[in-house]
């Protein structure tokens, strides 16, 4: 990831800041108050009130499923790919927030192998996690420890990669502010 790219993304990045702050305006009250005020005028005045209501929280929806998936994006690899492209893990900000990139683990059973993960995991002191499926996040921690004693489960049982995160952190300096 270059920092072109980074910088490409700036102008999405100031008409997201626009938009939310255009969301912030609205005010929940006063739209319980406007519906209030819609039922004693009648049901026409609270249906059109309602069909606004409705666009506006599947605008809101819609948004928020775009905004999720811009912020996995920069969370999962533009963070990662860049401090990488620096040499850095970590990233503190004058505002109290600290940035770290790290990798975790992330497993899950192969398919169409399920029989026979499930007696690797038996025959290597895992069978307790069996469950009439095996959880990601339980099999994913487990190999993390695995892991770290040099036992690697098999690639042709277990789909299992590294997923690169990046996590905010506050600071000390900005909780005492």
Avoid at 21 to 35: F, H, Q, T
Avoid at 66 to 74: F, K
Avoid at 80 to 92: A, R, V, Y
Avoid at 158 to 177: C, D, E, G, I, Y
Wanted: hydrophobic letters at 40%; a neutral charge.
């Amino acid at each position: 990831m270059t920092i072109d790219k980074i910088y490409q993304l700036i102008p999405q990045v100031t008409t997201v800041l626009d938009y939310l702050e255009c969301i912030r305006k609205v005010n929940v009250p006063i739209l319980r108050d406007l519906a209030d005020k819609a039922c004693v005028k009648g049901p026409t005045s609270l249906a059109r009130l309602y069909v606004a209501l409705n666009a506006l929280g599947k605008e809101l929806s819609e948004t928020e499923k775009e905004l999720s998936g811009v912020i996995n994006r920069v969370k999962t690899e533009l963070m990662p790919g860049l401090l990488e492209d620096h040499g850095q893990t970590n990233i503190s900000l004058e505002e109290g927030f600290q940035i770290v990139v790290s990798t975790q683990m992330r497993a899950s059973v192969a398919a169409g192998k399920r029989e026979d993960a499930h007696q690797w995991l038996r025959d290597n002191g895992l069978g307790d996690i069996i469950t009439p499926t095996v959880n990601a996040q339980t099999l994913s921690a487990a190999f993390s420890q695995m892991r770290k004693d040099n036992i690697d489960p098999p690639v042709d049982l277990f789909n299992v990669f590294h997923q690169p995160t990046t996590s905010v952190r506050t600071t000390a300096s900005k909780l005492t502010k």
